[in-house]
């Protein structure tokens, strides 16, 4: 069982950057590839970041290619959204996704994932 906590979320300008978190509980973080997925209101939840166990392998939407990065401590066993040049449009609540998948790689369905945080709000103000 995992449980997964996001922070950071909150307003921020057209343009701007923001970075959020999400912090899971338990000792074995680093056997689970993990991902970031956003919902704007009536919209499907949608992937946006992946990444594997160890951090080799990301992979992105194209829509945030070059602006986001994923990453993550298995230290400290958390997982980061750096998000740069921020648009209105991608205002939703961000959801950090941890999955015990067979294989070591990157995850973008929502189905493939077993655990969700409780999401936090980014909202870009035009």
């Known amino acids: 069982q995992v449980q997964l906590v996001e922070s950071g979320g909150g307003l921020v300008q057209a343009g701007g950057s923001l970075r959020i978190s999400c912090v899971a509980s338990?000792?074995?973080?680093?056997?689970?590839?993990m991902g970031w997925f956003r919902q704007a209101p009536g919209k499907e939840r949608e992937f946006v970041a992946g990444?594997?166990?160890?951090?080799?392998?990301?992979l992105y939407v194209d829509s945030v290619k070059g602006r986001f990065t994923i990453s993550r401590d298995n230290a400290r066993n958390t997982v980061y959204l750096q998000m740069n040049s921020l648009q209105p449009e991608e205002t939703a609540v961000y959801y950090c996704?941890?999955?015990?998948?067979?294989?070591?790689?990157?995850?973008?369905?929502?189905?493939?994932?077993?655990?969700w945080g409780q999401g936090t709000q980014v909202t870009v103000s035009s």
């Open positions: 338990g000792r074995t973080f680093s056997s689970y590839a």
């Open positions: 996704a941890a999955t015990s998948g067979t294989y070591d790689t990157t995850y973008w369905t929502v189905q493939s994932y077993d655990y």
């Open positions: 990444i594997s166990r160890r951090g080799v392998n990301t």
